[in-house]
């Protein structure tokens, strides 16, 4: 099994059409992918708008519909619809899983899939020649890497450690998620949003260890 993060940077989303994203928000989390088809994937993702933007303006891009609208106390998430030529690229590709969630912050796109060796060097390829990412780290899964480090992205694995570490589900709490946020230097709902992925992700995990 193989795992690979291909990260691309403000300045190479800039000379493509995802600009038309960073246009819009700040940050852009993909928490779960509902349906997938080689024409577009059904995904919910929770927003944090740039200054005077708000969802019609990310209804207005090409390859994202807006299909739902989910309040909840963690601020607006919505079910989309995403054409984007990079989603069908993963959807298309055979034997690979892409690792939830996919980020886009601070003008960077982070997107980690996890498969067969063969099929993951393949995807690669494919995504190097249409939509070139800035850097590509692989990781190789061996079976006798823990088991929950291997069911999270580096990102959740990173702050859901830093949470357990820090007594974060200690009964009272002994830091907040603000005071977990600082430590990684990130913005507090950027570490919420990660976490709570990180917290599904864990109890997907327990569940197939019964």
Same mark, same amino acid.
């Given at each position: 099994m193989r795992e690979v993060t291909l990260t691309w940077e403000e300045a190479s989303l800039a000379k493509t059409d995802l600009v038309e994203l960073t246009d819009v928000v700040d940050g852009l989390t993909f928490v779960a992918n509902l349906h997938i088809t080689p024409e577009g994937v059904r995904q919910v993702v929770?927003?944090?708008?740039?200054?005077?933007?708000?969802?019609? #303006?990310?209804? $207005? +891009?090409?390859?994202?519909?807006?299909? $739902?609208? %989910? #309040?909840?106390? =963690?601020?607006?998430?919505?079910?989309?619809? =995403?054409?984007?030529? %990079?989603?069908? %690229?993963? !959807?298309?590709? &055979?034997? +690979?899983?892409?690792?939830?969630?996919? +980020?886009?912050? =601070?003008?960077?796109?982070? %997107? &980690?899939?996890?498969?067969?060796? #063969?099929?993951? !060097?393949?995807?690669?390829?494919?995504?190097?020649?249409?939509?070139?990412?800035? =850097?590509?780290?692989? &990781?190789? +899964?061996h079976s006798d890497q823990n088991g929950l480090q291997n069911a999270l992205t580096p990102r959740q694995y990173e702050c859901y450690e830093l949470a357990v570490k820090h007594g974060f589900y200690n009964e009272p709490k002994a830091i907040t998620m603000q005071a977990l946020a600082d430590i990684l230097g990130i913005a507090r709902s950027t570490y919420q949003e990660h976490l709570q992925s990180a917290e599904q992700a864990v109890l997907v995990w327990a569940g197939s260890q019964l």
């Open positions: 929770l927003p944090s708008y740039k200054e005077g933007k708000t969802v019609d #303006d990310l209804d $207005q +891009i090409p390859y994202v519909e807006v299909e $739902q609208h %989910l #309040d909840d106390r =963690n601020g607006e998430g919505l079910v989309v619809w =995403n054409t984007h030529p %990079l989603v069908c %690229l993963a !959807a298309k590709s &055979t034997s +690979i899983h892409v690792m939830s969630p996919t +980020i886009l912050e =601070n003008g960077k796109l982070y %997107l &980690t899939v996890r498969g067969l060796p #063969d099929a993951i !060097a393949a995807f690669v390829k494919m995504s190097k020649a249409f939509f070139p990412p800035a =850097n590509v780290r692989v &990781t190789e +899964i």
